[in-house]
């Protein structure tokens, strides 16, 4: 069958299903809202700065109640919220209101990356001085912090010779003045809970020391915890990879910032963690609610960058919606009754066609989390992460061949290198690099065509295989990023 004729389908796109998005309780928190006398006319005008302020409280106790049995400091409190127009519009806040790319001597990124998070870097005039950070073996738990450790030290040695030469001072220059209280001289982009895109989750122990490295160096270590509330068993449990109700689960990983908050020394102010939240994946993308939630006078100035001091704090009128949904105990139904038991279905069904079809084939599931880790016993998120066998060409070109050849489009190793990174590029291309990894995701197609996708896949690389052996080249088309 050519691939006109086929089905399309995408196994990158990184998107929850439309049917899965919680259009009744959006409905629902509506119109409560708007048909409230005393609540519709503040919902449709400018809304505070700093976000709604119901809303700040009642998502302030709804993480407080989910991260209750591992946070390591105080439950989170409502000014320690600021509200956003999603993860991606956040981390452009905060870059314009806590970086200055005249100062602020570069930024971090695990490696592979959220790839999509390097041209939000470079818009806001980072370009150049990102740098990538292996994520490494099961002895680094999710992070090499050794060789962040040695960069850090690298940069900021001659970040100071370059100011002492100049003979100016070593301080910001475009984010200068009362408008910009706090300027930090790096950023570090993590996400450490069931990361995108290699699934992965950051150890405990990790986690720990990259807060006292962030202090150390005088970094913002700005986590996207966007995936954390979607998780259960890795192992499956009855016929269709899942059982009715979901078992006891440990808690769940400690935010970042929660170390941040109850580990000694910390800085009341400003700390050096943000959690980066959004109600993207479990209410729905198009509702465009976030939240940052990190020290008080941090979620304070964040609330006011220039366009929220112009327009009101973003996302306002859905914000209302969200809060409702919240308090009326409809989100997190919406996420145990309907998002749960079909993502652990879907996971099973994709994880049983890549062990029928693709590990015979020499292909690899990539982990490197550290046996003791609880977390271990748990999947997540949205995505696996694979590595291809050695005697087949890069995942850019097994992508290319089965866009071309079987309508299939899978999301390939080189799309997660750290933009303008040589040294990135490099290792992504070395022995046991990146290049040869690609990623699938289970949240936007329904378990048959999730299967059909897997077979796709399969019978790419044996096709592949069968062009060597005849001596034929594998030829590669450019591929678009949907």
């Known amino acids: 069958m050519s691939s006109n004729t086929m089905k399309p389908i995408n196994l990158q796109t990184g998107w929850p299903s439309a049917r899965l998005c919680a259009s009744a309780a959006i409905l629902n928190g509506a119109q409560q809202v708007l048909t409230s006398e005393t609540e519709a006319g503040p919902a449709i005008l400018y809304g505070p700065r700093i976000g709604h302020a119901p809303l700040r409280e009642s998502l302030a106790t709804w993480l407080s109640n989910f991260y209750a049995q591992s946070t390591a400091g105080a439950p989170t409190t409502k000014d320690r919220i600021a509200i956003s127009n999603g993860a991606s519009g956040n981390l452009a806040n905060i870059l314009q209101k806590f970086a200055d790319p005249l100062y602020t001597r570069a930024i971090f990124l695990a490696e592979p990356t959220y790839f999509l998070a390097c041209p939000i870097m470079e818009d806001n005039g980072f370009r150049g001085k990102l740098r990538g950070v292996p994520e490494g073996g099961p002895e680094h738990g999710g992070l090499d912090l050794e060789f962040l450790r040695q960069r850090l030290h690298e940069t900021e040695t001659e970040a100071v010779r370059t100011a002492a030469e100049s003979g100016r001072a070593d ?23 069931f990361a995108n895109p290699s699934g992965k989750t950051m150890a405990e122990r990790t986690r720990r020391k990259l807060v006292r490295m962030a202090r150390e160096f ?29 078992p006891p689960l440990p808690p769940p990983p400690s935010r970042l910032v929660d170390i941040d908050c109850g580990m000694d020394g910390y800085d009341g102010d400003w700390g050096n963690t943000l959690s980066n939240g959004s109600f993207s994946k479990i209410i729905g993308p198009g509702v465009r609610v976030g939240w940052a939630d990190c020290a008080p006078r941090l979620a304070f100035e964040l609330g006011e960058v220039g366009s929220s001091s112009s327009g009101g704090g973003p996302a306002h009128l859905s914000s209302t919606f969200v809060d409702k949904m919240i308090r009326g105990g409809e989100l997190d139904a919406h996420i145990q009754t309907v998002l749960i038991p079909t993502y652990r279905r879907r996971y099973h069904a994709m994880m049983g066609c890549i062990a029928q079809m693709l590990l015979p084939l020499g292909v690899k599931v990539e982990s490197s989390m550290p046996e003791e880790e609880p977390i271990t016993a748990l999947a997540g998120g949205f995505f696996v992460y694979l590595r291809l066998p050695d005697d087949v060409p890069h995942a850019r070109t097994v992508a ?83």
């Not at 301080?171 to 809970?193: E, H």
């Not at 299967?451 to 590669?476: F, K, M, P, Y």
């Open 171 to 193: 301080a910001p220059v475009l984010k200068a003045g009362p408008s910009y209280p706090k300027v930090f001289k790096y950023i570090i982009y993590v996400v450490p809970t």
């Open 218 to 246: 005088d970094a913002l270590v700005i986590s996207d915890d966007v995936y954390d509330y979607l998780r259960w068993p890795a192992s499956p449990t009855g016929d269709d990879g899942t059982t009715v109700a979901l």
């Open 400 to 482: 290319s061949v089965a866009l071309r050849e079987q309508g299939l489009r899978i999301a390939f190793g080189h799309l997660f290198v750290v933009a303008g990174n040589k040294e990135s590029i490099a290792r992504a291309e070395g022995p046991g690099g990146i290049a040869r990894c690609f990623r699938l995701c289970w949240a936007w197609h329904e378990e048959e065509e999730i299967r059909e996708g897997v077979q796709r896949l399969a019978d790419t690389l044996v096709s592949i295989r069968e062009s060597i052996s005849r001596g034929e080249a594998i030829w590669e088309e450019a591929i678009g990023v949907r």
